[in-house]
Each structure stands twice: as C-alpha cells, then as structure tokens.
C-alpha cells in the first residue's frame, strides 16, 4: 500500500523554484533541494522522478506565478503603453521574493542556450513565442505601424525584456527605471 504524501506538493515545488531561481539548474545540488525542501531524495525522486522532473514542475509554477501579469498585459488596451507597464510589472517587488532576481524564464534561458535538452527548449520557446505574439498585438494597436516596423519592434523589445530581466539582477531601482524609460523612448 503506497504511503501518503507528508508534505503538500505545490509547497515543496515552491520552495525548489526558489532556490532553482536563485542559483540556477546546475548549481543547485539534490542536497540542496532536500534542505530547502524539507524532504528527502527518496521522495524528491518518488514525486518528480529527478532533479530534472522538479526543475520542469518549478517552471510550471513560475509561469503560474506570473499569469497574473501577462493576463493583465495581455488584456490591456493602450498598445505601447501596455507593453511599458509589462516592462515594471515584470520588475516588481512581486518578482524580487528574498534572494531572487530577474526572470526565472530568462535565467534558465541563459543557462540553458548551449544545451540539447527538448524538454525545456519547449518550454522556452513556448513562453517566449507567447510573450512575442502578445507584444505584436500590442505594436498592432498603432494604425501608423507596418508590418515590418512591427516585427522588428517586436524582436528590439524581447530583447530589451531579456536584457531587463539580467539588469534586474545587479542594476539600482533606478537604473532599470532609466532603462525601460529609455527604451520606450527609442520605439
């Protein structure tokens, strides 16, 4: 008969996306995970069937951490405007819990660039091909737009995105303040 869980699940996923967030995937050991997590290996492999398992859990939890914002992006009707508010949501206290910084999508994104594993690439690519798609909708609101202008004003602000989820990481308050004013200046 299988025992049941003596922890809650979203809990310990929580805890693991935080310290995953903080040092990245490869640094972060099983020991690690079972301090911060306050379970054991037996049952980080029982649930998650690896490390890998619960690093893909903790993505998942951070893309529903951040619904919230990219529903209110997403459902915004100010074009530019939206996009700019997107920029300081995604900055947010909100988004600096402890000793976090910038994008967890982002970081892992950085770290995982020479690697070969699909099943985060996925995940990657489905987030960022999201984010792109909302971000044409946005640009699209401007009548004086064309379709190109609109394409490479989508590429400029997902980089500045990812080029602001690194900032976050090292940059004063207000240095990633002048940033984002900086780049809607240039649109």
């Not at 910038?102 to 999201?130: P, R, W």
């Not at 971000?135 to 400029?156: G, R, V």
């Not at 602000?157 to 809607?184: Q, W």
Request: aromatic share 12%.
């Amino acid at each position: 008969m299988a025992r049941k869980k003596q922890y809650n699940e979203e809990d310990v996923v929580e805890k693991a996306m935080n310290l995953f967030w903080k040092n990245g995937y490869e640094t972060t050991s099983m020991q690690m995970l079972e301090k911060e997590m306050g379970i054991n290996k037996f049952s980080i492999y029982s649930s998650f069937g690896n490390k890998h398992g619960l690093f893909l859990e903790s993505l998942k939890q951070y893309k529903l951490k951040v619904s919230a914002t990219l529903l209110k992006f997403k459902n915004g009707t100010e074009g530019v405007e939206d996009i700019k508010q997107f920029f300081y949501d995604s900055i947010s206290s909100n988004f600096k819990l402890g000793n976090q910084k910038g994008c967890f999508v982002t970081n892992t994104y950085n770290e995982f660039s020479d690697h070969e594993d699909q099943l985060i690439k996925e995940q990657m690519d489905s987030f960022m091909d999201n984010l792109k798609s909302i971000i044409i909708e946005k640009l699209k609101m401007d009548p004086s737009k064309d379709k190109a202008t609109i394409m490479k004003q989508a590429n400029y602000l997902l980089l500045a995105k990812h080029g602001l989820a690194a900032a976050a990481r090292v940059n004063t308050t207000e240095e990633i303040e002048d940033y984002i004013e900086m780049t809607f200046k240039n649109l």
